[in-house]
Antibody
Framework: EVQLVETGGGMIQPGGSLTLSCAVSGFSVSNFYMSWIRQAPGKGLDWVSLIYTAGSTSYADSVKGRFTISRDNSKNTLYLQMNSLRAEDTAVYYC?????????????WGQGTMVTVSP | DIQMTQSPSSLSTSIGDRVAITCRASQSINKYLNWFQQKPGKAPKLLIYGVSSLQSGVPSRFSGSGSETDFTLTISSLQPEDFATYYCQQSYSTPYTFGQGTKLEI
C-alpha cells in the first residue's frame, strides 16, 4: 500500500530545532519528487520545500536558510530539519509525493504532524 | 512568485447545486494547475491535475477547465460529501503556490 507517515512534531520554544520524518511505503522515495507542505491553524496550504529525484532541493523564501529537506534512500524516509524556529512556523506539516503525471501534482499525502512553536 | 487567487472564498450551496470555483494565476502557468479537496482535520486530496485530468477514484461530477491564467473547478451536482474546502495550486514553478481556498457550506 502506498503510504506516507509523518512523525516528529511537538511543542518547541522559539529558536529551537526539530526534525520531522516521513516514512514512505509502497514506492521508493528516491524515484519521486517529494515535498513538505504546511498549514497554520485555520489557514490555507503553504508549500515549504521540495527534493528532486536527482537530490537537488528548493525552498520557500520564508524557510530558506533555516530548514533543510533530505532523504535516506536506505530507510525510504524523507526528512525536514527545522532550525531557528519561529512562532509563525506553527502548523501541521504534511509530506507529499509529486505524481509522475507530468504536472507534478501532489497525489499522495501523509496525515500530517503538528509543530507548535511557543515560549 | 506566482500568485494564485481563488473566488469566491466561501459559498453557500445546497445538495444538487452546480458549483463553479475560479482560480486566477498572476502569470501563465500552461497546464500546471491542480485542484485539491480538504475536509476538517484531514490531509488534502487531489481531485484534478493538469487543468482537467480527473485523479483516479474521483467522481465524474468533478471537472476542471481553463488555460493560461484562468481556471475553473466545476461540481455538476453537489453531494453531501462534497462540503469541504477546495484549493487550486500551481506546479509550474517553485515556489509552488496555492489559492487561499474556497469553503463550500450548506
Amino acid at each position: 500500500e502506498v503510504q506516507l507517515v509523518e512523525t516528529g512534531g511537538g511543542m518547541i520554544q522559539p529558536g529551537g530545532s526539530l526534525t520531522l520524518s516521513c516514512a514512505v511505503s509502497g514506492f521508493s522515495v528516491s524515484n519521486f519528487y517529494m515535498s513538505w507542505i504546511r498549514q497554520a491553524p485555520g489557514k490555507g496550504l503553504d508549500w515549504v520545500s521540495l527534493i528532486y529525484t536527482a537530490g537537488s532541493t528548493s525552498y520557500a523564501d520564508s524557510v530558506k536558510g533555516r530548514f533543510t529537506i533530505s532523504r535516506d534512500n536506505s530507510k525510504n524516509t524523507l526528512y525536514l530539519q527545522m532550525n531557528s524556529l519561529r512562532a509563525e512556523d506553527t502548523a501541521v506539516y504534511y509530506c507529499a509525493r509529486s505524481a509522475l503525471s507530468g504536472t507534478d501534482a501532489f497525489d499522495i499525502w501523509g496525515q500530517g504532524t503538528m509543530v507548535t512553536v511557543s515560549p | 512568485d506566482i500568485q494564485m487567487t481563488q473566488s469566491p472564498s466561501s459559498l453557500s450551496t445546497s445538495i444538487g447545486d452546480r458549483v463553479a470555483i475560479t482560480c486566477r494565476a498572476s502569470q501563465s502557468i500552461n497546464k500546471y494547475l491542480n485542484w485539491f479537496q480538504q475536509k476538517p482535520g484531514k490531509a488534502p486530496k487531489l481531485l484534478i491535475y493538469g487543468v482537467s485530468s480527473l485523479q483516479s477514484g474521483v467522481p465524474s461530477r468533478f471537472s476542471g477547465s481553463g488555460s493560461e491564467t484562468d481556471f475553473t473547478l466545476t461540481i455538476s451536482s453537489l453531494q453531501p460529501e462534497d462540503f469541504a474546502t477546495y484549493y487550486c495550486q500551481q506546479s509550474y514553478s517553485t515556489p509552488y503556490t496555492f489559492g487561499q481556498g474556497t469553503k463550500l457550506e450548506i
